[in-house]
């Protein structure tokens, strides 16, 4: 049962355009969530997170949206740049020391 | 139920000083995970090891190293410590079953938070 979802494997967009990853998870009980960027052959890197006090949180090119009632999150790169081109995770945590990891989304970003 | 068990909880060492860390899996996890989480800020991987051999290296230092043992508990060896090492060094384990990828499910163990002086 996969409690926390990316439904799109891969994602192209142009560059200077917005990139849009989403994510769905089943467990109302998770109160946090994190993004991961990986680079191929190298280990993740944490990228932003939200509490699910807030529904949005913005750092530069990124911003998290969470959508409670839809139990959705979105991570917005805007404006893509070549450079984050990665494969991205989401994960999902109820505070009990637990992350639930998505299968990731493999964004390409063309030049 | 059992859970990641790390050791020691709380370090104080001085600069220039040798640190290790120890975590215990969950029985019959076979991965596990290392982060580093400074003050007000999230997790950052370190490296993971499935099977006893490095599945994943992050931003790790060089002076750092790790290694998992036979009955695959984990050691993070800290050299040359700095101010700047100070912060919650948690250890996750995982059953492995995409083969010690970061999309297996994390238990966290408690952490332990080192203090360089």
């Known amino acids: 049962d996969q409690q926390v979802k990316q439904n799109s494997p891969s994602l192209s967009v142009q560059e200077g355009r917005i990139s849009i990853l989403n994510c769905d998870y089943t467990n109302s009980m998770f109160d946090y969530f994190l993004w991961y960027k990986k680079y191929p052959a190298e280990g993740p890197t944490f990228l932003i997170s939200?509490?699910?006090?807030?529904d949005k949180n913005e750092d530069g090119r990124f911003t998290v949206f969470l959508n409670k009632s839809a139990k959705h999150l979105s991570l917005h790169i805007v404006p893509s740049q070549p450079g984050d081109s990665a494969v991205y995770f989401c994960?999902?945590?109820?505070?009990?020391?637990?992350?639930?990891f998505g299968t990731g989304t493999r964004l390409k970003v063309l030049a | 139920a059992a859970g990641v068990i790390q050791s020691p909880r709380h370090l104080i060492k001085e600069k220039r000083e040798t640190a290790t860390l120890k975590c215990y899996p969950i029985p019959r996890h076979d991965t596990v995970y290392w982060y580093q989480q400074g003050p007000g800020q999230d997790p950052q991987f370190l490296i993971s090891?499935?099977?006893?051999?490095?599945?994943d290296k992050g931003s790790i230092p060089d002076r750092f190293s790790a290694q998992q043992f036979s009955d695959y508990h984990s050691e993070l060896n800290m050299s040359s410590l700095e101010l700047g090492d100070s912060a919650l060094y948690f250890c996750?384990?995982?059953?492995?079953?995409?083969?010690?990828?970061?999309?297996?499910?994390?238990?966290f163990g408690p952490g332990t938070r080192l203090t360089v002086l």
């Open positions: 090891f499935y099977e006893k051999m490095q599945s």
């Open positions: 939200i509490s699910s006090i807030k």
């Open positions: 996750a384990s995982s059953q492995g079953t995409s083969g010690g990828w970061i999309t297996d499910t994390q238990y």
């Open positions: 994960a999902a945590s109820s505070g009990t020391y637990k992350y639930i």
